[in-house]
Antibody, heavy 117, light 107 residues
Framework: EMQLVESGGDLVQPGESLRLSCAAS????????MIWVRQAPGMGLEWVAN????????YYVDSVKGRFTISRDNAKNSLYLHMNSLRAEDTAVYYC??????????WGRGTLVTVSS | DIQMTQSPSSLSASVGDRVTITCRAS??????LNWYQQKPGKAPNLLIF???ASQSGVPSRFTGSGSGTDFTLTISTLQPEDFATYYC?????????FGQGTKLEIK
């Protein structure tokens, strides 16, 4: 059975850092683009970043460029999102998803990041 | 960035109704348009990709159409489990952008 399980969400203060992880199972992780999408409380969906199968291409939404880094470890079937200089507006549920470059075929249940002093 | 605009933002309907949700892109995106369903407290679920292709396991009552800038998602006969929020999303270019969502409620 296919599974994506996010972890690492927490309550942090503005300016702090956090690393999210996504553990994949039930499919060949190295064959798929992987994606992070977030959803602020009561709001819509926002694509954050995605990474090619071999990690050679990475793309980000402008609001996180220079602060967030997406990475993957195909040997560990894991996806990561390193988040620095966190802001209140980064507060959201962060979902990882598998798919093509722009189609999000399957999603995890998400992990909540709260940025507040 | 490509802006995606859905209409209506909310919709009340009854079980058995036929419902159509519209999505408009701020520029032409060919058929790089996907639809997702999200229920409260749950992750989104892909329904339709490439404007009209059904994801595996999605009931046939969900159909998508359109190309260029105008797209529709139609639910032919509403079932109780279809009451949810629906999002369109363009996969034509980064940043990949979503519509604001259409909340489908029970009348």
């Amino acid at each position: 059975e296919m599974q994506l399980v996010e972890s690492g969400g927490d309550l942090v203060q503005p300016g702090e850092s956090l690393r999210l992880s996504c553990a994949a199972s039930g499919f060949t992780f190295s064959r798929y683009w992987m994606i992070w999408v977030r959803q602020a409380p009561g709001m819509g969906l926002e694509w954050v970043a995605n990474i090619k199968q071999d990690g050679s291409e990475k793309y980000y939404v402008d609001s996180v460029k220079g602060r967030f880094t997406i990475s993957r470890d195909n040997a560990k079937n894991s996806l990561y999102l390193h988040m620095n200089s966190l802001r209140a507006e980064d507060t959201a549920v962060y979902y990882c998803a598998k798919g093509g470059a722009g189609v999000f075929e399957y999603w995890g249940r998400g992990t909540l990041v709260t940025v507040s002093s | 960035d490509i802006q995606m605009t859905q209409s209506p933002s909310s919709l009340s309907a009854s079980v058995g109704d036929r419902v159509t949700i519209t999505c408009r892109a701020s520029q032409g995106i060919s058929t790089y348009l996907n639809w997702y369903q999200q229920k409260p407290g749950k992750a989104p679920n892909l329904l339709i990709f490439a404007a009209s292709a059904s994801q595996s396991g999605v009931p046939s009552r969900f159909t998508g159409s359109g190309s260029g800038t105008d797209f529709t998602l139609t639910i032919s006969t509403l079932q109780p489990e279809d009451f949810a929020t629906y999002y369109c999303q363009q996969s034509y270019s980064t940043p990949y952008t979503f519509g604001q969502g259409t909340k489908l409620e029970i009348k």
